[in-house]
């Protein structure tokens, strides 16, 4: 508790300036309500994960072969603790179980956590209540990539060895790498590094639309890749994902109250222990990776980063030591129900989870619009 403490300390130092205070009374008071700010509410993270769990198991259930709650635990349990041989499905519905809802559940849960999360993360860096995953040309990078593995290798088929998958990665990590290099030789400062990343973006998108224009034979493969899919995903991909998001996130966390301390001055928090450019510095790298690797496997799915650290403020709180893990359990909530709705809505035939997702944050989009101007009004 200790920065904690010192936060309060730093705010009765401006405070002493105002005459007619209590500057014990205030400070033990500032103190009380500081630590009540940055307490983890551990009962309403139990409750959420509570609600990630119902979310996976409805999504394993539901589909155009239904299977009920009941038989899932069943499988569930006989699989992990077998204490009989009798099966609780049928082998049709026990292949579905495990090779198709199983790791497409998982799967976009992780995605889902990954770009709420990586969302979370640039808005904190960039004071920016309207970034997202996508700001430093990561979408526009991957898309191009992907664009570039389908028309030169003619496969839109992400798995492991997918060319479309490595192409569209690459492409992520090379546009925000174009991004930060700009940046670094423009200035250093968080405007410079966000007009690059605009700036990167635009002439990336630029060169995809040039090769969609004289590759139209691939553009039905290119346009299924770009409004993102969770229906090829299987254990490879859960795979391939998980490693990245646990590392990713754990980094991630251990930076979450240098995050909070963003919103002060340089001076003001490196007064409090923390070290502004090293926090940017780590937190964009670790998010740029989550959302490279998110978008490399599921194509391009919308507004999750967006609108989902926005729901956490509203409901749970601004501290990041709240907002990461809240934003990685909504998030995957989120994609889930959106991936159920895509499975069902049109059965036995799937809308692509990016329409959905755009439909839902298009207009939440438009309401914080609204919030913000009234803000400032």
Same mark, same amino acid.
């Given at each position: 508790m200790k920065w904690q403490e010192s936060f309060a300390k730093l705010i009765i130092i401006h405070l002493k300036k105002i005459n007619d205070l209590d500057i014990k009374l205030v400070e033990t008071e500032l103190s009380k309500s500081i630590k009540q700010a940055f307490?983890?509410?551990?009962?309403?993270?139990?409750?959420?994960?509570?609600?990630?769990?119902?979310?996976?198991?409805?999504?394993?259930?539901?589909?155009p072969i239904n299977i009920s709650i009941l038989d899932v635990f069943g499988e569930l349990f006989s699989n992990?603790?077998?204490?009989?041989?009798?099966?609780?499905?049928?082998?049709?519905?026990?292949?579905?179980?495990?090779?198709?809802?199983?790791?497409r559940a998982l799967f976009g849960f992780i995605v889902g956590a990954s770009l709420a999360v990586a969302g979370a993360c640039y808005q904190g860096v960039f004071s920016n209540p309207l970034a997202d995953p996508f700001l430093l040309g990561a979408a526009s990078g991957a898309g191009l990539g992907a664009?570039?593995?389908?028309?030169?290798?003619?496969?839109?088929?992400?798995?492991?060895?997918?060319?479309v998958s490595v192409g569209a990665f690459s492409g992520a990590i090379l546009a925000v790498g174009i991004a930060v290099f700009i940046s670094q030789a423009a200035g250093k400062s968080t405007a410079t590094l966000l007009l690059s990343g605009v700036a990167t973006a635009s002439f990336f998108t630029a060169l995809q639309t040039f090769l969609m224009q004289q590759n139209l034979s691939s553009f039905r493969e290119i346009y299924s890749w770009l409004i993102g899919s969770l229906a090829n995903s299987g254990w490879q991909?859960?795979?391939?994902?998980?490693?990245?998001?646990i590392v990713c996130? %754990?980094? =991630?966390? +251990?930076?979450?109250?240098? @995050?909070?301390?963003?919103?002060?001055?340089?001076?003001?928090a490196q007064t409090l222990g923390a070290s502004p450019a090293r926090t940017k510095s780590v937190v964009v790298m670790m998010a740029t990776l989550l %959302?490279? =690797?998110? +978008?490399s496997l599921s194509? @391009?799915?919308?507004?999750?980063?967006?609108?989902?650290p926005h729901i956490v403020r509203l409901l749970f709180g601004h501290s990041y030591t709240i907002l990461i893990p809240f934003s990685a359990l909504l998030g995957g909530v989120f994609l889930c129900?959106?991936?159920l709705i895509c499975r069902t809505v049109i059965s036995p035939a799937e809308l692509p989870i990016g329409v959905v997702t755009a439909f839902i944050g298009a207009p939440f989009f438009w309401f914080l619009l609204y919030l913000l101007k009234q803000k400032l009004d």
């Open positions: 307490r983890f509410p551990h009962l309403l993270f139990f409750l959420v994960l509570l609600v990630a769990f119902s979310t996976l198991f409805l999504s394993v259930s539901v589909g992990i603790i077998p204490l009989n041989n009798e099966r609780n499905i049928n082998d049709l519905h026990s292949q579905i179980f495990w090779q198709w809802r199983v790791p664009t570039f593995a389908i028309v030169f290798f003619g496969s839109a088929q992400p798995n492991i060895i997918g060319t991909e859960v795979l391939i994902i998980g490693p990245y998001f996130f %754990t980094i =991630i966390y +251990v930076f979450a109250r240098d @995050l909070d301390f963003l919103r002060l001055s340089n001076a003001e %959302t490279a =690797i998110a +978008v194509g @391009l799915i919308g507004f999750v980063g967006l609108i989902i129900l959106a991936d």
